[in-house]
C-alpha cells in the first residue's frame, strides 16, 4: 500500500475514534448513528450494530481479546466497510502475511519491507486495538535469498538474530505478543519438523532458544509465545510441546505464552471440532507452566457446497465450545480467527471442497457462527 494511502487510512479512523465511531471497548458516550451524521464525509463511520453487542465489547468485559487476521483485501482493494467492521468488532489485530520473512525480509538480508506492517500497527493503535506478531521462525514462506544460500550454523544464527532483532525491536513497545516460533513439531511423530525448514536443518533445535531469548532483549515487554496446531487434542504431538516447552522453562529460554492455532474441520461423522471439556483440559495442563494461553488461528470449516444443517449446528457448537472453553480457564486471554470473511479466507486454496469457515460472509454479513461467538461471549 502506497504511503499516502496508509497515512489516509490511519488519518480518517483515527477521526472515527476521536469522534466515538467506535474502537473503545467501553463503547461511545454518542451513538455511532448520530455522530455519523454529524460528519457524514467520514465513510468509514459505521452506524450499526449497537457497540454494546459488538465481539469486542464483550469481549473486553470478560478481560479477553478478541482478534482478527487482515490479509490481502486490508492491504489491497481495502473496502471500508471491510476496516469498519475489523475496528468495530476486533481489540486485536495480526497479519495473516506481511509479517512473515517472505513478506517483510523478502528482498535482501538487509532490506526490510515496513510499509504494510507498520500501516496495520497504525491502524491497531488508531483503534483501540493490540497487535499480534506473527511469525519469526518458520518452516514456510522464507525468501529466496534465504533459502537459496548455504549457510553454516553460525552464519545461520546471525541472520536469525539480525531478523529478530531488527523486527521485534522495529515494533518495540507496540506488539502485544509476537509468534516467536511458528510449527516446530512435526505431526504424528512430534519430532523436530525439519524438512523444509532452515533453521531446524542448519542450526538444529537450539534455534528455538535462540529466538525466544533474541527476542526478549529486543522487546522484553512484548509477550514471547510458540505457536502450533493440532496440539488442542490430547495426542503424541501434544505431548511433544509440553515437553519442549517444559524443557525450555527448565533451561530459563523465556516463553510467555502458547499458541493454539486451532483449525478444526467438520467432519462427515461428526467428528473433527473438540468440545469445551476437551479444550479446558489441554488450556489447564499448559497453563500449568505458568503459559497465557492464546487461541491464534480459529476457523472451523465445513464442506462446500452442501453443508448439512447438523453439519452446520456442530460448526457453530465448535465456535462456542472455544469460547467458552477459553472463558473458563483465566490463562487464556485471547481468541484470534483467521480471517474476517470467507471469501478472503485460506482454507478454499488448501482444502479443496472445504470453506465457509469464519465469522463474516463476503458482504460482512454477521453468520450463525458470529452469533455464536457473540452468545458464548456473554451478548444476546
Ligand atoms: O505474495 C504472493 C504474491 O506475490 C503472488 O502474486 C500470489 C499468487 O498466488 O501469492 C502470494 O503469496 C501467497 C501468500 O499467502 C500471500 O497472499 C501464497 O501463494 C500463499 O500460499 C500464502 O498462503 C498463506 C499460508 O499461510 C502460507 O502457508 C495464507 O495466506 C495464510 O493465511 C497462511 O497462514 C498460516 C499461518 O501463517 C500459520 N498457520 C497456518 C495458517 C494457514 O496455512
Redesign the pocket.
Known amino acids: 500500500m502506497p504511503r499516502e494511502i496508509a497515512i489516509s487510512r490511519i488519518f480518517s479512523l483515527t477521526l472515527c475514534a476521536v469522534i466515538a465511531c467506535g474502537g473503545s471497548d467501553s463503547g461511545p458516550t454518542v451513538p455511532a448513528e448520530k455522530t455519523c451524521q454529524q460528519d457524514p464525509s467520514q465513510s468509514k463511520c459505521v452506524t450499526t450494530p449497537p457497540v454494546t453487542t459488538m465481539l469486542r465489547s464483550l469481549a473486553a468485559a470478560k478481560s479477553r481479546s478478541f482478534g482478527v ?1 487482515v ?2 483485501t486490508f492491504f489491497g482493494t481495502n473496502p471500508a466497510a471491510y476496516d469498519t467492521v475489523v475496528a468495530h468488532e476486533f481489540n486485536m489485530i495480526v497479519a ?2 506481511v509479517m ?1 520473512w ?2 517483510i525480509h523478502r528482498d535482501g538480508r538487509y532490506q526490510y519491507r515496513w510499509t504494510n506492517p507498520d500501516a496495520m500497527v497504525a491502524f491497531a493503535q488508531a483503534n483501540g486495538m493490540k497487535v499480534r506478531g ?2 519469526l521462525a ?1 518452516y ?2 522464507n525468501p529466496a535469498w534465504l533459502t537459496s544460500t548455504t549457510w553454516n550454523p553460525e552464519t545461520l544464527k546471525v541472520v536469525l538474530k539480525e531478523h529478530v532483532d531488527s523486527v521485534v525491536g522495529h515494533y518495540k513497545g507496540k506488539v502485544a505478543a509476537w509468534d516467536i516460533v ?2 516446530a513439531i512435526n505431526d504424528g511423530s512430534g519430532t523436530l519438523r525439519t524438512t523444509g525448514s532452515p533453521w531446524a536443518t542448519t542450526i538444529g533445535p537450539s534455534y528455538i532458544d535462540l529466538a525466544f531469548k533474541e527476542a526478549r532483549a529486543a522487546d522484553p515487554a512484548t509477550q514471547l509465545f510458540y ?1 502450533d ?1 493440532n496440539l488442542e487434542f490430547p495426542g503424541v504431538k501434544q505431548d511433544s510441546a509440553f515437553a519442549m516447552i517444559s524443557g525450555m522453562k527448565a533451561r530459563g529460554v523465556p516463553i510467555d505464552g502458547i499458541g493454539f ?1 486451532s ?1 478444526f474441520q467438520v467432519n462427515a461423522d461428526g467428528t473433527g471440532v473438540p468440545s469445551k471439556d476437551v479444550l479446558v483440559a489441554t488450556f489447564n495442563r499448559f497453563a500449568a507452566l505458568g503459559l497465557k494461553i492464546h487461541i491464534t ?1 480459529l476457523d472451523i470449516r465445513v464442506r462446500t457446497p452442501g453443508a448439512t444443517s447438523a453439519e452446520l449446528s456442530a460448526q457453530t457448537q465448535g465456535f462456542s465450545n472455544v469460547v467458552s472453553a477459553c472463558l473458563a480457564v483465566s490463562a487464556c486471554e485471547a481468541i484470534v480467527v ?2 474476517l470473511n470467507d471469501g478472503e479466507s ?1 482454507i478454499p ?2 482444502f479443496p471442497g472445504y470453506g465457509q469457515a469464519l465469522l463474516f460472509d463476503d458482504s460482512f454479513g454477521k453468520k450463525a457462527t458470529y452469533n455464536a461467538v457473540s452468545a458464548a461471549l456473554g451478548g444476546s
Do not use: L
Open positions: 487476521a490479509d490481502a495473516g502475511n512473515k517472505s513478506s506473527h511469525t518458520w514456510q514462506q511458528n510449527e505457536n496446531y492455532q483449525h488461528e483467521w480471517g485460506w486454496g488448501t
